[in-house]
């Protein structure tokens, strides 16, 4: 009787699912902000990046986690903040679009003040899609993009229009693992 339940329990095991996927879009601003002491300040840097993470065998998260953070140089030192939180995103099929949009309360600096962020934020695909293989089970798909986005900062709009940051140029990814 073990020998049955051994012999049914293989094929569960077989069809387990393994690995993964992962979507990604990121894309970087240069801009000019205003500091804590009201003075405005230039060069600050933002990152909007979005990555879904997807284990073999489920479905992909509406909500998956978006992460934004800034930093730019005030006159009376460094000032920085960032956030981490799930967002309404679409990833189109073969890298054409994405689309992440939300907005996020109790965003700490590194002064300990609170902040309001709202984020919208589009990629869309241009170029060729180009795959590499990894290894056995392994390969990444990346196509480079254009990317806007309006950043509202407490009321203040830190960013409208097209990423600005030369390096890494705005993309979206997908790595498989299997």
Known sequence: ???????????????????????????????????????????????????????????????????????????DGTFSWGLVQPAPTQFKRNLTRVRVSGTFANVRDNRGGLHTVSVDACWTGTGPVVTTVNGPGSKRKERSATATATIVFDGNTLVDGAANFPFPAPFIRIDIEK
């Open 1 to 75: 009787m073990l020998a049955a339940l051994a012999v049914l329990a293989v094929p569960a095991v077989a069809w387990a699912a393994s690995g993964f996927t992962e979507q990604v879009a990121s894309a970087r601003w240069s801009t000019s902000f205003q500091c804590p002491d009201g003075t405005t300040a230039a060069d600050g840097r933002l990152i909007v990046e979005t990555d879904n993470f997807i284990e073999a065998g489920t479905t992909p998260a509406p909500n998956p986690p978006l992460r934004v953070g800034f930093v730019g140089q005030c006159p």
